[in-house]
């Protein structure tokens, strides 16, 4: 892929549109809860800052559907940015039009600002050729750096870039791809895959491409059930996708034909329903009662999916092995997430729920990588090409 990073391009004195991905949670009161995003992308800032650009940074925040929502601008993040970088970072309460190209063409070199939430133009979402080129107009040269938008064609992410020649992509998103790449094309073997989450039609693209890449896969969360129930295991009252059954046969089916080892959970946490304090109990996959509810993986399989873990050269993980929010069920995710920060391998962990485990579990630091990525990661273990890492390639 012949794609400029940041560092490729001269910023000097130029007009450099930026798109982030400051989609971070806010309070009732818009108050930032969580400014994960915003830090992440602190580096791409003060490098063009420090190379004189005159930095316009771009956004969406929610789901507005091209209507404005005050409780979804993005001037909470202008507040934080300047708080975290020392600098003042202007704020523009639109993102095209001639007040906000006014503003642009005044910054000097070594200024920024914000333009408000981009999903208050419909267009936006639509990839619109003329709001592409209202945005394009604002700029001399374009940087992505939201990787966790990376999946969608929009007008910021894709239909810009193909408006200007001088492009790249920012020190976040260069990272992740890297990283990634490490990850998939020239992995360190044995190449661990840990797939979690409620439910295999979420996950088959997923499972498909990534069987082609593994040497072994560990299936836990409600997923698992959908796969115990397609060996013909009684799973009780616990998730289970029927019109999945089929497609389980058939990944196992790939899994043993491509001699890559799918490990399913021998033991589970039962409880007769998932409300706190309820009571639970462990119990082997053969012996799941007819009103119980599979909520977790068992000690049994902790222990020898975390064996397998510690063996391996590369691990992806994505999906918790259980309903990790309640007490009562965490504990199998957690141990993995233990087991996969104590591991030698070059570990990625991707997806909210997954990053949330990592954190909670108090490893986080100890992971080789953490995407910033949700549905683009996803797009990425399914191999598929994403727009906004295309529409950079020159």
Same mark, same amino acid.
Request: charged share 25%.
């Given at each position: 892929m012949a794609i400029k990073s940041i560092a490729d391009l001269d910023l000097f004195n130029k007009r450099v549109f930026c798109?982030?991905?400051? $989609?971070?949670?806010?309070?009732?009161? +818009?108050?930032?809860?969580?400014?994960?995003?915003?830090?992440?992308?602190?580096?791409?800032?003060?490098?063009?800052?420090?190379? #004189?650009?005159?930095?316009?940074?771009?956004?969406?925040? +929610?789901?507005?559907?091209?209507? %404005?929502?005050?409780?979804?601008?993005?001037?909470?993040?202008?507040?934080?940015?300047?708080?975290?970088? #020392?600098?003042?970072?202007?704020?523009?309460?639109?993102?095209?039009?001639?007040?906000?190209?006014? %503003?642009?063409?005044?910054?000097?070199?070594?200024?920024? %600002?914000?333009?408000?939430?981009?999903?208050?133009?419909?267009?936006?979402?639509?990839?619109?050729?003329?709001?592409?080129?209202?945005?394009?107009?604002?700029?001399?040269?374009?940087? $992505?750096?939201?990787? +966790?938008?990376?999946?969608?064609?929009?007008?910021?992410?894709? #239909?810009?870039?193909?408006?200007?020649?001088?492009?790249?992509?920012?020190?976040?998103?260069?990272?992740?791809?890297?990283?990634?790449?490490?990850?998939?094309?020239?992995?360190?073997?044995?190449? %661990? +895959?840990?797939?979690?989450?409620?439910?295999v039609s979420d996950k088959i693209s997923v499972l498909k491409n990534i069987l082609t890449k593994m040497d072994m896969v560990l299936i836990g969360g409600g997923m698992a059930n959908t796969f115990l129930k397609a060996e013909g295991l009684e799973v009780g009252i616990s998730l289970v996708e029927n019109d999945m059954i089929a497609i389980a046969k058939e990944i196992m089916e790939i899994a043993s034909a491509r001699k890559c080892d799918f490990c399913l959970p021998k033991d589970v946490i039962v409880a007769l329903g998932m409300d706190n304090g309820v009571e639970s109990k462990v119990t082997s996959v053969d012996k799941i009662g007819l009103k119980e509810m599979a909520l977790d993986i068992g000690p049994v399989t902790t222990r020898e999916f975390s064996g397998r873990i510690q063996k391996a050269g590369t691990i992806i993980w994505n999906g918790p092995m259980g309903v990790f929010e309640q007490a009562a069920f965490k504990k199998g995710t957690m141990e993995i997430a233990k087991a996969v920060a104590a591991s030698k391998a070059f570990s990625v962990v991707g997806g909210g729920d997954s990053v949330r485990a990592v954190i909670q579990a108090g490893v986080s630091e100890k992971i080789s990588y953490i995407s910033t990525g949700g549905g683009a990661f996803m797009e990425f273990l399914e191999g598929k090409a994403l727009p906004g890492v295309v529409a950079l390639e020159s």
């Open positions: 798109r982030f991905d400051f $989609n971070v949670p806010l309070d009732g009161n +818009g108050a930032i809860k969580d400014d994960t995003r915003i830090v992440r992308a602190l580096p791409t800032i003060r490098y063009a800052i420090e190379k #004189g650009a005159r930095l316009i940074l771009c956004s969406h925040l +929610g789901r507005p559907k091209g209507t %404005v929502k005050p409780e979804l601008s993005l001037k909470p993040v202008a507040a934080r940015l300047s708080q975290l970088l #020392g600098q003042n970072v202007s704020f523009v309460s639109d993102c095209v039009g001639p007040e906000v190209l006014l %503003v642009v063409n005044n910054l000097h070199s070594g200024e920024m %600002v914000l333009l408000e939430n981009v999903r208050f133009h419909s267009e936006e979402t639509k990839n619109d050729p003329n709001f592409s080129a209202q945005l394009a107009e604002l700029a001399d040269v374009y940087i $992505n750096d939201a990787f +966790g938008t990376a999946h969608r064609a929009h007008c910021s992410t894709v #239909g810009i870039a193909e408006l200007l020649k001088e492009k790249g992509a920012g020190l976040l998103m260069k990272e992740e791809l890297e990283n990634l790449e490490k990850a998939f094309a020239n992995p360190r073997k044995p190449v %661990v +895959g840990i797939i979690g989450g409620a439910k």
